[in-house]
């Protein structure tokens, strides 16, 4: 018996002569978080929603616990949930109201939804606002009642379509915790992101998306591997010198340098160098910091460690990296509506 949760091959979407989903394979295990990233476009939203049931595919095959999403399709709904990027709860009523509500509708009966819906709002935290309306909650709390609503029976599997989009640093973290404790009741999550620290928090393992094709999988390990074996992070005293600082480097290092939006702080990646050359990343390092220092080239601050998502992410897709960060670092990456 497979331990896969999901499996697809080949799978395409087509909305006229937009070619959304182009050829997607995926292997998700069961009981763990996969994440999904790509760029604004690339298809996630729409892959989600075929193998959902909520779009039929045009090509390909797509597997759900070895039900096919096609052929089978009840029997894959029987056993998925989905929370989509907005609050899919009734706003006027309130969020006690709305569980039960939705709990009958899944067949529970009258004291038992109740319960049910009792035990949800305490497990997340909505207690105290169970009585009031669900248009007076906060972004936070929206997520949170639907993602109640998402597991009042508790599905096998999942999909959590950009959860904690538009939400404050402390709310998001909130939804992190839920979804941790989903996964560690046995559920399979599938998760798509427009934050790329979001993925590392959750994911054991990432697909990156682009125009369609899933052009990297693995795990944060094996993504970050992919593009080097190390980064070297330098601050300068002056950031008039940061040019000749970057050409310095990228010649030491003979690797691409970025130059971040803080004025005195550049980013390079130091793999490629050491391998072809029998240098480890450390020593490559300490060479391009000698170099610097002949040059009378003050460095303030200097670190060596492991590629960031975000260098990963720009790296395979060419995309800017600082647009999948989390809120107040930079500016959000939106999803498509492909449907």
């Not at 979001?198 to 693995?218: H, P, S, T």
């Not at 690797?255 to 004025?263: G, K, R």
């Amino acid at each position: 018996m497979s331990n896969l949760a999901i499996e697809t091959a080949g799978l395409v979407k087509t909305f006229g002569d937009n070619r959304a989903v182009d050829g997607i394979d995926l292997a998700v295990p069961a009981g763990t978080v996969y994440g999904v990233l790509g760029p604004n476009g690339a298809g996630k939203t729409t892959a989600v929603k075929m193998l959902a049931t909520l779009l039929r595919p045009d090509g390909g095959e797509a597997h759900v616990f070895g039900h096919d999403v096609v052929r089978e399709a009840d029997a894959v709904r029987g056993r998925v949930s989905l929370t989509g990027q907005y609050a899919s709860v009734d706003e006027d009523l309130t969020g006690m109201e709305n569980l039960i509500l939705l709990a009958r509708l899944t067949g529970h009966a009258k004291k038992a939804a109740r319960g049910r819906a009792t035990q949800l709002l305490e497990a997340f935290g909505l207690t105290e606002a169970a009585g009031r309306q669900v248009k007076n909650y906060s972004g936070g709390m929206r997520r949170r009642i639907d993602i109640a609503a998402s597991i009042l029976n508790t599905p096998d599997l999942l999909f959590l379509d950009e959860p904690t989009t538009g939400l404050d640093p402390r709310s998001r973290n909130q939804v992190w915790d839920i979804v941790r404790a989903v996964v560690g009741h046995g559920t399979t999550v599938l998760l798509t992101t427009q934050y790329l620290d979001e993925a590392d928090q959750l994911a054991a393992r990432i697909a990156v998306i682009d125009k369609g094709r899933v052009i990297a999988e693995g795990t944060k390990g094996e993504l970050k591997a992919s593009v080097g074996a190390g980064s070297v992070h330098v601050r300068l005293r002056e950031s008039a010198r940061r040019e000749e600082a970057a050409r310095l480097l990228g010649a030491v290092l003979d690797a691409q340098v970025q130059l971040e939006p803080d004025p005195v702080a550049l980013t390079a990646r130091v793999a490629a160098h050491g391998e072809r050359n029998g240098v480890g990343a450390a020593e490559a390092a300490s060479r391009a910091l000698a170099e610097l220092a002949r040059a009378g080239i003050t460095v303030d601050n200097f670190a060596l460690g492991q590629p960031s998502l975000d260098e990963v992410f720009l790296a395979l897709t060419g995309s800017d990296a600082g647009a999948h960060s989390a809120p107040g670092t930079s500016p959000d990456l939106k999803e498509e509506a492909t449907a």
